[in-house]
């Protein structure tokens, strides 16, 4: 079974990654092979913590909802051999594998329990990167406010599109490598053309 989930890239053994996508309140987990699965993160708990899987150092988050656990674990392959004399919880053998980055951006999400307040331009593009395509588009909408407000708080109206484009940066690279991160780009930037030309005509 665990060899049907593993690649050989460079005579290493390379586990196959999960398909994760988040909404505002879901996230939907497809292991390889395996049809996507919705998990509701309304009122679920959550955990951190360093574990062992196929005898290497992993991290893994747990999402607890009544009895369904569900747990996301960086690539085996990439971590350290765990130590034998340490005592580290065990990541089930479902767990879903995801890229470091994306489980960096997906425990950030959880742990501050969804909150869109206050978050940077730079991270509502990773959140783009890996959201579902309604809430990219949410992104972008609130990435393009987050925009404009740095613009006129720092040079006043607006009268070109460079400073804006400039406080989008992080969303246009984001966007090179991802489809969910160019619909959002696509609605920030719709969202600065409306209101850029309502605050014009005053």
């Not at 005579?11 to 996507?36: I, N, W, Y």
């Not at 742990?111 to 206050?118: K, P, S």
């Not at 690279?173 to 409306?194: D, I, K, Q, T, Y």
């Amino acid at each position: 079974m665990a060899r049907s989930r593993a690649l050989y890239r460079d005579d290493r053994l390379v586990s196959a990654r999960a398909h994760v996508a988040l909404d505002a309140a879901e996230m939907m987990v497809a292991l390889p092979g395996c049809a996507p699965r919705r998990i509701s993160l309304d009122g679920a708990s959550a955990q951190i913590v360093d574990a062992e899987h196929r005898r290497r150092f992993v991290r893994m988050l747990t999402i607890d909802r009544g009895s369904d656990r569900t747990a996301l674990i960086t690539p085996p392959e990439r971590g350290a051999i765990a130590p034998r004399i340490v005592p580290m919880p065990r990541a089930p053998d479902d767990a879903a594998i995801v890229d470091e980055r994306v489980w960096d951006v997906v425990a950030e999400w959880v742990m501050r329990g969804g909150r869109l307040a206050g978050l940077t331009v730079a991270e509502l593009a990773s959140l783009a990167a890996i959201a579902t395509p309604h809430f990219a588009v949410v992104l972008g909408e609130i990435a393009a406010a987050a925009a404009l407000e740095l613009v006129w708080e720092e040079v006043g109206p607006l009268r070109g599109g460079v400073d804006v484009d400039a406080s989008l940066q992080p969303l246009y690279e984001a966007a090179r490598a991802s489809v969910r991160a160019s619909e959002a780009l696509v609605a920030a930037l719709a969202v600065c053309a409306v209101r850029r030309a309502r605050r014009r005509a005053g």
